[in-house]
């Protein structure tokens, strides 16, 4: 946990300096030095610092006037004032004025190093409960200006009260999983458990397995007796993502399940009842993959009970300064970073950027601005640097909306194809999608020509 952690070290004395770096660097920590407060701060504005070490009284200068502007930049970092015997009294009102503790510097280094451990550990507990708190949080994302969404929400408000099977469309990206879970918590089952499978992610057999369970010695490998799935979910929300990519073979024993209500686990015989209510979800277009045979009608029917279209995230673009605001509040809770401001040059980027990954996309954009920032400051030089494509692109496009996705996307996906040099599951783990489904857009895109004479030039 240690190497986590990053700590200041402030003093005029360069060997009290030494010293505490010494300590700090044989238990694990990062650390930070400074002669001066004016040094202090600028090392604090451009690193992240979670603990300040700072002696009480310094040449023109006190830990006191230091303690007092770390509280007003940033209430995360904790503060040890160092002092003699002396300054005692000074020390106990730096407490009374936010630092955590103080420390005498003629006492055994353990003591501080104890103090140093308790508030981290203290600060690592308050992180976990944010990120808790953060996860249910996520559902407050659904608190929408755009009438759409407004719809979208008060369906799922009267869904909820129902056992109605469930189906959410839209594009990757866009929130089917908060959907699927502010259903699940607003409905009668919400002390029940919510469990998510993403159906992309297993092959036919191993779905079953992970589905409907299975006994022990039912193939080779199961070594011990499995819970399946629709079990685990028992008197809650079992939610299917990417139904369309479930087999048939498949596909015809969940019709057969969700009919009668029991299932048998793989290599057993005996049934077993179920009680869950259904939601699923998939980005594909359902009609077709039921008119190309790859998805059942009946099938289908039994689980749009109802369906639920959620819109795309450049339809709703009186949402997206929400959606920034609340991804860097969850990234400064899990990076452990401030930021304390965005230029407006910047925000309007992102404000008018069309997002083809959705909300996803403009999570992991914040996500690697807030990483890759210079201190505290998100400027617009970086956020063209690691945005893909640039505003100019995005304005230069002069035909109607659908076919400037599309055009996007030929070009995103052949500029990662080209950077993986003709490696589809490289460019399919860049482009965060599978492989079937990157296969699938380089069929709809007739890209398969272009890829072969890459991989011949």
């Known amino acids: 946990m240690t190497a986590n952690y990053s700590i200041l070290i402030v003093d005029d004395e360069d060997d009290y300096r030494e010293m505490f770096s010494l300590i700090l660097k044989e238990k694990g920590y990062h650390a930070y030095k400074a002669a001066c407060v004016k040094d202090a701060k600028e090392i604090i504005k451009n690193n992240k610092v979670d603990m300040v070490i700072t002696d009480l009284i310094m040449k023109n200068e006190t830990g006191m006037e230091l303690l007092h502007w770390v509280k007003n930049y940033n209430t995360e970092i904790g503060i040890i004032m160092v002092t003699a015997y002396g300054t005692v009294e000074t020390a106990v009102q730096a407490i009374q004025d936010g630092a955590y503790n103080y420390f ?32 249910n949080k996520e559902i407050s994302m659904l608190e929408s200006d755009n009438v759409n969404m407004k719809n979208i929400i008060d369906i799922c408000n009267k869904v909820a009260k129902s056992n109605l099977s469930v189906l959410i469309l839209g594009e990757s990206g866009v929130g089917k999983e908060v959907i699927a879970r502010y259903i699940h918590e607003k409905s009668e089952r919400n002390s029940s458990p919510f469990i998510p499978v993403n159906c992309q992610e297993y092959s036919e057999g191993v779905l079953e397995s992970e ?99 959620v819109p795309p995230l450049r339809e709703r673009p009186e949402d997206i300064e929400k959606f920034i605001t609340f991804f860097i509040k969850k990234f400064e809770i899990e990076l452990k970073k401030k930021i304390e401001y965005i230029d407006e040059k910047t925000m309007e980027f992102l404000k008018n950027y069309h997002y083809p990954g959705n909300i996803r996309e403009l999570k992991n954009i914040i996500e690697r601005l807030m990483v890759l920032a210079e201190g505290n ?67 709809e895109y007739n890209l398969r020509d272009w890829i072969n004479s890459l991989k011949r030039g």
Request: proline share 1%.
């Open 211 to 309: 589905l409907f369970g299975h006994e022990k010695g039912a193939f080779t490998g199961a070594i011990k007796q499995k819970i399946g799935k629709f079990e685990e979910a028992s008197h809650g929300t079992l939610f299917l993502d990417e139904i369309a990519d479930i087999s048939l073979n498949t596909q015809v024993k969940l019709l057969r399940i969700l009919e009668d209500k029991t299932i048998t686990r793989v290599g057993g015989n005996k049934k077993i009842n179920i009680d869950v209510r259904l939601i699923s979800a998939t980005n594909q277009n359902i009609h077709e993959y039921i008119k190309n045979g790859i998805l059942r009608e009946d099938f289908l029917y039994r689980v749009n009970g109802i369906i639920i279209n």
């Open 377 to 443: 400051i998100i400027c617009f030089n970086d956020t063209k640097n690691y945005i893909q494509y640039t505003e100019k692109s995005i304005l230069n496009f002069n035909n109607s909306l659908k076919d400037a996705r599309s055009q996007f996307e030929v070009e995103f996906i052949k500029s990662k194809i080209q950077k993986c040099e003709g490696n589809l599951s490289k460019a399919a783990i860049m482009l965060n999608i599978s492989k079937r489904q990157l296969n699938n857009k380089i069929l």
């Open 104 to 135: 005498i510097k003629s006492n055994d280094p353990s003591t501080l190093l104890l103090d140093i451990e308790r508030f981290l550990q203290l600060k690592e507990l308050k992180i976990e409960n944010s990120l808790l708190k953060n996860q």
